[in-house]
T-cell receptor, first 113, second 113 residues
Framework: QQQVKQSPQSLIVQKGGISIINCAYE??????FPWYQQFPGKGPALLIA?????SEKKEGRFTISFNKSAKQFSLHIMDSQPGDSATYFC????????????FGTGTSLTVIP | NAGVTQTPKFQVLKTGQSMTLQCAQD?????MYWYRQDPGMGLRLIYY???????DKGEVPNGYNVSRLNKREFSLRLESAAPSQTSVYFC????????????FGEGSWLTVV
């Protein structure tokens, strides 16, 4: 059973466009929601993260929107660049059960020039 | 600052052979994890160690064992490798405190033939 559901599986965006990746969860015990970026041959690296008491967090071109009542959160990449082409994972942490992190299935983003 | 270091980077095993993946972190983190990454499946938790001296099963523990040797080191052992264990394995660590995220190693590519 997938604890965190992520969509779409792949995404192609023109340079300068907006990339949007969505995630949904069911377990209300999750208390922290990070996004990771992974380039081929590398480990995932933290991109941006949000707590459930905040509805939006912005860092440069990257924004997380969080809807606690709908149990959904999304990553928006503004002014997408070819260098943003990577796989993106959403995740959710459950601190009260040993600090477990659950990951979505990933979105392969391609930004075309 | 090395962060999370895992070895080996690449390994080919024959079915039935055993091997151990080694992982060490230099961030004084309490929690350590082993994930496997397969196409379309995202990152799935194999085992984790919330703190030194404890280990717990994750989502896909069958066929694996772990040892939390000390606070720095967390190894993953395949006792009798199977082709279904062909995957990319990531070790990760986290401080375990509220709001802290998870840091990944570079990955170990394992092929079982």
């Amino acid at each position: 059973q997938q604890q965190v559901k992520q969509s779409p599986q792949s995404l192609i965006v023109q340079k300068g466009g907006i990339s949007i990746i969505n995630c949904a969860y069911e377990n209300t015990a999750f208390d922290y929601f990070p996004w990771y970026q992974q380039f081929p041959g590398k480990g995932p690296a933290l991109l941006i993260a949000i707590r459930p008491d905040v509805s939006e967090k912005k860092e440069g071109r990257f924004t997380i929107s969080f809807n606690k009542s709908a149990k959904q959160f999304s990553l928006h990449i503004m002014d997408s660049q070819p260098g943003d082409s990577a796989t993106y994972f959403c995740a959710a942490r459950m601190q009260n059960t040993g600090n477990q992190f659950y990951f979505g299935t990933g979105t392969s983003l391609t930004v075309i020039p | 600052n090395a962060g999370v270091t895992q070895t080996p980077k690449f390994q080919v095993l024959k079915t039935g052979q055993s091997m151990t993946l080694q992982c060490a972190q230099d961030m004084n983190h309490n929690s350590m994890y082993w994930y496997r990454q397969d196409p379309g499946m995202g990152l799935r938790l194999i085992y984790y160690s919330a703190s030194e001296g404890t280990t717990d099963k994750g989502e896909v523990p069958n066929g694996y064992n772990v040892s939390r040797l000390n606070k720095r080191e967390f190894s993953l052992r395949l006792e009798s490798a199977a082709p279904s264990q062909t995957s990319v394995y990531f070790c990760a660590s986290s401080s375990g405190t509220s709001g802290n995220t998870i840091y990944f190693g570079e990955g170990s590519w394992l092929t079982v033939v």
